[in-house]
């Protein structure tokens, strides 16, 4: 029997509606998707994080942490502790106002869902080819999801192995040598240190882009944790975070609070 190489927790931040009212109220503005990558043997390396983040902060062992729950000094130290480890991180940010087709994905539930997956398996299946260590694994990875109550994974796996039958067109650009669709589970948010640290990671970015109720956002968390972000060849951009449906530079445009992102995290 082989074994997997890699292990992927995956979680989000934002939702997936498309109700967006003047004052900032509705629907949130960004969907963010984000994953920590690490190797199946250094699993242990996020139960370490995680034991090292709740004593910086005071906390019962083995407590559970849920990132927007905390203050600003406690995520602060949360995400920098998250920027020292041994890990990866990716991360898809999807701005729905600029999706010009939005009914495209509310036809059908979760399809934005499913299709912030796509993009984000496509650049871990990318850092996990480029970093299999030959004799360590079979080079596939195991997808664990936080699980979203109402979604049916039995679905996701399904639209996993569409895209499977489409990469012959050339249409998709999973590598799957990595990932297997059969090998995608979720899991609740509370079992798995690894979606804790995935939830940090996805809030961090999140509160980078999505400006609050008085138009601000908070750059210091992704600041923070920038180090482990997945970078091809020097480049953060279109890897480690991936900007959806335009580049950053046409979104820098219409969102001033992004302006930042193109010196400050090259």
Request: contains cysteine; hydrophobic residues 35%.
């Amino acid at each position: 029997m082989t074994t997997p190489s890699f292990r992927v927790y995956v979680d989000e931040s934002g939702d997936e509606g498309f109700v967006f009212k003047p004052d900032g109220a509705g629907s949130s503005r960004w969907l963010v998707l984000s994953a920590v990558v690490t190797r199946r043997e250094e699993d242990h390396v996020v139960v370490g994080l995680m034991d090292k983040v709740r004593t910086l902060l005071g906390r019962p062992r083995r407590q559970q942490l849920h990132f927007v729950k905390l203050g600003h000094a406690q995520r602060t130290a949360y995400a920098r502790t998250i920027g020292q480890a041994r890990i990866r991180t990716v991360s898809v940010l999807i701005h729905k106002p600029s999706i010009r087709d939005p009914e495209t994905f509310q036809a059908q539930k979760h399809q934005l869902y499913r299709y912030a997956c796509r993009l984000l398996l496509e650049r871990v299946s990318w850092l996990c080819r480029d970093h299999h260590i030959r004799d360590r694994g079979d080079g596939t990875a195991d997808i664990i999801f936080s699980n979203r109550g109402q979604m049916s994974y039995d679905d996701l796996r399904a639209y996993l192995q569409r895209l499977k039958e489409m990469s012959a067109a050339g249409e998709v650009n999973i590598e799957w040598s990595v990932i297997n669709p059969k090998a995608v589970s979720a899991v609740q948010h509370t079992q798995r240190a690894g979606l804790q640290v995935a939830d940090a990671v996805a809030s961090s970015v999140y509160a980078a882009v999505n400006p609050n109720q008085f138009g601000d956002t908070e750059d210091r968390y992704l600041r923070a944790i920038v180090s482990v972000c997945y970078r091809y060849q020097g480049r953060l951009l279109g890897y480690g975070l991936k900007f959806w449906p335009d580049d950053l530079t046409s979104l820098q445009k219409e969102n001033p609070q992004l302006a930042w992102l193109t010196e400050g995290l090259r």
